[in-house]
T-cell receptor, first 114, second 114 residues
């Protein structure tokens, strides 16, 4: 079984530029999460999808961040414009709807804003 | 809302020595508890999980954890550490059923010396 796939692995951009991250969850997983992990910290939830519906986006900075999950499978997370403080690792995770909230994580995208 | 505290930011142990990483959680009901490991530049890998039943759970790579409700703790242990165990370890708590997102602690960095 393939795991959660994220791309790109690394991204360096100048501030004020846009950037997008892509995530392909485990096949059959209805729930998809985007987390942000700042240096030396644990992951923090940005947004959670149930199929194509964003059911928890309270922590997503909506002035510059946007996300979509077309057809309830792949997802993209976008930042426009990026700020220096957005430098972090962006992790995508997925899980099944039934049972306990065990999440499977991708390798993450390390974003550096210069 | 649930929360997790990992009191130790950094721990150094000698190869072959035993290990215990501490985790305390806050949640009003029976939680779902997890330990994840993150190697440099990698995503999070699930080590073990507690949902219910036996309070001592076994995981991968020789790790185990014990759920103690009276102490609101879920400490991770390993009897003999290997150099390859050097990584960042995260405790996480999930609430209720379905896919409520995990809340992570800030992590404990483990260094292993010869």
């Amino acid at each position: 079984e393939a795991g959660v796939v994220q791309s790109p692995r690394y991204k360096i951009i100048e501030k004020k530029q846009p950037v997008a991250f892509w995530c392909n969850p485990i096949s059959g997983h209805n729930t998809l999460y985007w987390y942000r992990q700042n240096l030396g910290q644990g992951p923090e939830l940005l947004i959670r999808y149930e199929n194509e519906e964003a059911v928890d986006d309270s922590q997503l900075p909506k002035d510059r961040f946007s996300a979509e999950r077309l057809k309830g499978v792949d997802s993209t997370l976008k930042i426009q414009p990026a700020e220096l403080g957005d430098s972090a690792v962006y992790l995508c995770a997925s899980s099944t709807r039934t049972g306990a909230p065990e999440a499977f994580f991708g390798q993450g995208t390390r974003l550096t804003v210069v | 809302a649930q929360s997790v505290t990992q009191p130790d930011i950094h721990i150094t142990v000698s190869e072959g020595a035993s290990l215990e990483l501490r985790c305390n959680y806050s949640y009003g009901a029976t939680p779902y508890l997890f330990w994840y490991v993150q190697s440099p530049g990698q995503g999070l890998q699930l080590l073990l999980k507690y949902f219910s039943g036996d309070t001592l759970v076994q995981g991968i790579k020789g790790f185990e954890a014990e759920f103690k409700r009276s102490q609101s703790s879920f400490n991770l242990r390993k009897p003999s550490v290997h150099w390859s165990d050097a990584a960042e370890y995260f405790c996480a708590v999930g609430a209720g059923s379905g896919n409520t997102p995990l809340v992570f602690g800030k992590g404990t960095r483990l260094s292993v010396i010869a």
